[in-house]
């Protein structure tokens, strides 16, 4: 049950894009569809944006996309804006367990 | 709208033992996986326990195992985690999360626990 490998931090300036990664294994990543994103902001509940590895629940702004690629899942953001600032988690469910990532700040500067 | 009110939350002694509830309503409860989530503060989220609709299904991380239990009340629509033998490293805000199709799509404003002497 190890834990997914995103980077600490990333930064970007307002209307550039940034992408966020999210490392696993054959084992989890690599076998499985299950990937989500959340969005939390400081002292918020995690907030559910990317689904099924690039879905997005209604109402979440199509400037965020997922993709995967091998073990690599990844978060696109176009278009920062300042509210974007804020952390960002992986997760992966499997059959029987839910990993998340260590989660990435984001900094628009 | 689908509404989760955690509640439980305290001060423990290590050793000691905490029951966590959840309050779901907004949706039929009794359809969907759930999952208790915890959160050190200023630190990153942890997956701890799912359990399946009917309840007859649980799973659990390895720093919980043998020592939470997760369980549901459908007719009540409440969630429960009992936790025992607390550990100061258990200190955390716990979140319960509703399952939807593989993704946790709508958590609660969590309650916190502390585990000290």
């Known amino acids: 049950q190890s834990a997914l490998t995103q980077p600490a931090s990333v930064s970007g300036s307002p209307g550039q894009s940034i992408t966020i990664s999210c490392t696993g294994t054959s084992s989890d990543v690599g076998g499985y569809n299950y990937v989500s994103w959340y969005q939390q902001h400081p002292g918020k509940v995690p907030k559910l944006i990317v689904f099924d590895v690039n879905d997005r629940p209604s109402g979440v702004s199509n400037r965020f996309s997922g993709s995967k690629s091998v073990n690599t899942a990844s978060l696109t953001i176009s278009g920062l804006r300042a509210e974007d600032e804020a952390d960002y988690y992986c997760s992966l469910y499997t059959a029987s367990h839910v990993l998340f990532g260590g989660g990435t700040k984001l900094t628009v500067l | 709208e689908v509404q989760l009110v955690e509640s439980g939350g305290d001060l423990a002694q290590p050793g000691g033992s905490l029951r966590l509830s959840c309050a779901a309503s907004g949706f039929t409860f009794s359809l969907h996986w759930m999952h208790w989530v915890r959160q050190v503060p200023g630190k990153g989220l942890v997956w701890l326990a799912l359990n399946n609709p009917d309840g007859s299904h649980t799973s659990y991380a390895d720093s919980v195992e043998g020592r939470f239990t997760i369980s549901r009340d459908n007719a009540k629509n409440t969630l429960s985690l009992q936790m025992n033998s607390l550990r100061v490293e258990d200190t955390a805000v716990y979140f319960c999360?509703?399952?939807?199709?593989?993704?946790?799509?709508?958590w609660g404003r969590g309650t916190l626990v502390t585990v000290s002497s």
């Open positions: 999360a509703r399952d939807y199709g593989g993704t946790l799509d709508s």
